[in-house]
């Protein structure tokens, strides 16, 4: 048996996403299929359940993710705010996902959102786990986000 590898010689997977994409669809397979170790995802449990994967394979952190749907939903739409949302939860979605992830078992494999498991990613690989990261999200979604820029109307 590999170091990774669950005693019924299954794979185990991991996967990362924020909200849902093609992630949940993918996650269903692996479950089925006895592979699925866990899928974290930033939407809420309320959001998820439709998705139609056992509570005790899921775990989300939804506190920046939903608060940025939020204000799409309530119209507030200014770039610079949002940037410094998006980067946040991608950051500190990526230490919670570590966390959970140093108490669990190593999976054999991470699938990843892009931008949703840099530290994790390479925890898991540095503990003998391969990687794999499909990309959904911009790469200005993950990257450090300027500064705020004034313009001639103050704003």
Do not use: C
């Not at 699925?36 to 995802?41: D, G």
């Not at 391969?130 to 979604?141: G, I, N």
């Amino acid at each position: 048996m590999n170091r990774g590898q669950s005693p019924t010689g299954a794979m185990r997977i991991v996967q990362t996403v924020f909200g849902v994409f093609h992630h949940f669809e993918l996650a269903r397979q692996l479950h089925r299929r006895g592979h699925l170790q866990r899928i974290y995802s930033t939407w809420p449990w309320a959001r998820l359940k439709r998705e139609g994967l056992p509570r005790e394979v899921v775990e989300t952190f939804p506190w920046v993710h939903t608060s940025e749907i939020l204000m799409q939903r309530f119209g507030i739409h200014h770039p610079w705010l949002m940037d410094q949302i998006s980067y946040a939860n991608a950051l500190s979605f990526d230490e919670w996902t570590l966390r959970r992830t140093r108490r669990a078992a190593t999976p054999d494999a991470v699938i990843a959102i892009s931008g949703s498991s840099l530290k994790t990613g390479r925890e898991i690989q540095s503990r003998a786990a391969a990687l794999s990261v499909t990309a959904a999200l911009p790469t200005s979604a993950i990257r450090r986000p300027s500064s705020p820029r004034s313009t001639s109307a103050g704003t």
